[in-house]
């Protein structure tokens, strides 16, 4: 699996996920992940070997996989090549030391056009694969800012899109304050605002006809900030979304 390195020192390696790609291992996955990849790339420690302590133990079973970003969410992820790097950037993410942000294709237009998403994530009682909105969910917070509205699209005939219940699209810039699983998916969705080819969050018809058009959920992490485990600079990478949908949409 070829994973497109955006920096690397000695103590950690940022890639670009892209989209399709697992993050983590699990039985149900069955093709290779971003943390097979870390592992293959990490070709001097023995994952195998005996922990001296609980910290490397970890490091060992997680192959240096600090976070993980959705299958269908591409972007910008941070790995550790070292058991003290791993720690650390695990308490900062903890800690909410780090700044994230993604990028979102959505539906509709927003009102307002900034604010913070203060609601509780959990799972849904219907569904225990699937988060949603609950009052009894952890809290959760995610800050968001419209960067370009599209109120007008014209779709190819061939693509056979129904594309009269669309109300038009917003790009929006995503902020998330916590960490929990499909945060921005599900806030979005909350607000009436699904991400577009989000196909759990967004409806069954609403999705099928985005993927006519998109080909993926439109939802991609384009900058991380850390404070460098070693160094204590604060830096930070960024990727752009390879998209285009302004071939279809029209402000």
Same mark, same amino acid.
């Given at each position: #699996?070829? /994973?497109?390195?955006?920096?690397?020192? +000695?103590?950690?390696?940022?890639?670009?996920?892209?989209?399709?790609?697992?993050?983590? $291992?699990?039985?149900?996955?069955?093709?290779?992940?971003?943390?097979? %990849?870390?592992?293959?790339?990490?070709?001097?420690?023995?994952?195998?070997?005996?922990?001296? *302590? !609980?910290? @490397?133990? &970890?490091?060992? @079973? =997680?192959?240096?996989?600090?976070?993980?970003?959705?299958?269908?969410?591409?972007?910008?992820?941070?790995?550790?090549?070292?058991?003290? *790097?791993?720690?650390?950037?695990?308490?900062?993410?903890?800690?909410?030391?780090?700044?994230?942000?993604?990028?979102?294709?959505?539906?509709? /237009? %927003? +009102?307002?056009?900034?604010?913070?998403?203060?609601?509780?994530?959990?799972?849904?009682?219907?569904? =225990?694969?699937?988060?949603?909105?609950? +009052?009894?969910?952890?809290?959760?917070?995610?800050? &968001?800012?419209?960067? $370009?509205?599209? =109120?007008? %699209?014209?779709?190819?005939?061939? #693509?056979?899109?129904? *594309?009269?219940? &669309?109300?038009?699209?917003?790009?929006? =810039?995503?902020?998330?304050?916590?960490?929990? #699983?499909?945060?921005?998916?599900?806030?979005?969705?909350?607000?009436?605002?699904?991400?577009?080819?989000?196909?759990?969050?967004?409806?069954?018809?609403? *999705?099928?006809? !985005?993927?006519?058009?998109?080909?993926?959920?439109?939802?991609?992490?384009? $900058?991380? +900030? /850390?404070?460098?485990?070693?160094?204590?600079?604060?830096?930070?990478?960024?990727?752009?979304?390879? %998209? !285009?949908?302004?071939? &279809?949409?029209?402000?």
């Amino acid at each position: #699996m070829k /994973i497109k390195i955006i920096y690397e020192d +000695e103590q950690i390696v940022v890639v670009d996920k892209p989209v399709g790609v697992v993050s983590n $291992r699990a039985e149900t996955v069955k093709t290779e992940t971003v943390q097979d %990849w870390n592992a293959n790339n990490l070709k001097d420690i023995d994952w195998e070997k005996e922990p001296s *302590s !609980d910290d @490397e133990k &970890y490091f060992l @079973e =997680r192959n240096g996989l600090v976070h993980r970003l959705d299958k269908a969410t591409s972007g910008v992820m941070i790995l550790a090549k070292t058991v003290e *790097s791993f720690v650390e950037l695990l308490r900062q993410f903890k800690a909410r030391e780090t700044k994230k942000e993604y990028l979102a294709l959505t539906h509709g /237009i %927003w +009102e307002p056009k900034s604010g913070v998403i203060d609601l509780p994530v959990g799972r849904a009682r219907h569904n =225990r694969k699937m988060m949603g909105v609950r +009052e009894d969910g952890r809290e959760s917070r995610t800050g &968001y800012k419209v960067e $370009r509205e599209y =109120r007008k %699209w014209e779709f190819p005939v061939e #693509m056979k899109v129904k *594309s009269t219940g &669309y109300e038009g699209f917003s790009l929006v =810039r995503f902020s998330p304050q916590t960490g929990r #699983m499909h945060q921005i998916r599900v806030h979005a969705r909350h607000l009436g605002h699904a991400v577009v080819g989000d196909t759990v969050y967004a409806g069954r018809k609403r *999705s099928r006809e !985005d993927l006519k058009w998109v080909e993926r959920m439109m939802l991609h992490a384009v $900058r991380l +900030e /850390i404070t460098h485990p070693v160094s204590r600079e604060r830096v930070s990478w960024e990727s752009r979304p390879e %998209w !285009d949908v302004e071939q &279809y949409l029209r402000s």
